[in-house]
């Protein structure tokens, strides 16, 4: 076996809700350490799986995806042939890490951010380069990450709005910081939490064309609240496009993955009321937190990063009162989605009382 695989400890997922509830004798968790939508999909999503006929079970699916790839392309005004689709952009993203990086090679990631930039890097056998976003208010320290680049450089990770910080940096700052990277390293920029920022122009899409070195990552995990059904894309043009679409599996999209996953892309409807109402539910919950003295980031996606102390101390006493937030990042930073209107407010009380 590799070393940097055996060096691995197991990813913990998730424990399922009804399993917490069990542990704890809860008779309501809000399950909010994930970062996944309380609103669930809409409701055409089930409509359109359901009406996917048995008699399609016996065949392969389509492989290019061809129905979700034209409502994707409508909805991002990008070229139908800049898409590779994925079981969740978690699959994009392990994806990329192989197609790009050598044995030996490095990648840059600001720290905080996600896991498994890094993870996977280690299993392609490169290090991971993580510079400190700025202590006061959580934004990616650009510059820093330029001076960090060497001749084994590959990959530059940016996940905006940031996981955990929940923190967004406008597309003119990364633009900027694109125009000085080389163009044999290759920029990735993860929109996972994408449709939950409040201001205009928020996405790096339109850029793809213009730029062979920049991929853009989406997920309808999140807002379009999917993450069961496992769909994800990246934007992208050649040569990093035909070489992802060699590598990936080729079946890897179900035809009720398509199916469902197509219907979210086209209710606009349903994806803008819920994202205002997490918007909402944020603000609220931030001046809470003003309110309350205590340090946080300002958030553009569906979770905030805050400064708790001791953060698995908090973590548990939190559970204890029917809030699974994740207490696994940082000793002193706890990162809390948000809930339906009733649990934040709820999880206010909770809250004062865990800190
Ligand atoms: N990118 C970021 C920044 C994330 O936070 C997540 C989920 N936690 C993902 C990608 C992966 O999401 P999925 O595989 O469900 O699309």
Redo the contacts with the bound molecule.
Sequence with gaps: MKKTVKALAAYQAELPVETVKAKYGLQHLARLSA?ESVYGPSPKVAQAVRAVSDDILGYYPDGQATELREAVAKLNHVDPQHLVFGA???EL?ELLTRVVLEPGSNIIIPNPT?GEYAMHAQIEQSTTKKIPVNVDNGHVDFDAILDAIDDKTAMVWI?NPN?PTGVFETTSSIKRFLDKLPVNITLVV?E?YYDFVDEPDATMAPLVAEYTNLVVLR?L?KAYGL?NLRV?YGIMQDPLYSAMQAVRLPYNLSTYQIAGGTAAVLDQEYLQKNAQRFQVERQKFQEFLTQNKFKFYESQANFIWIKVGETKKVGQKLLEQGFQVNDRLNPEWIRIALGTPEDNAELKLAFLKAT
């Design positions: 970062n969740g952009a978690d993203i996600f996940a996981n993860d996972a997920t995990s993450a994800g």
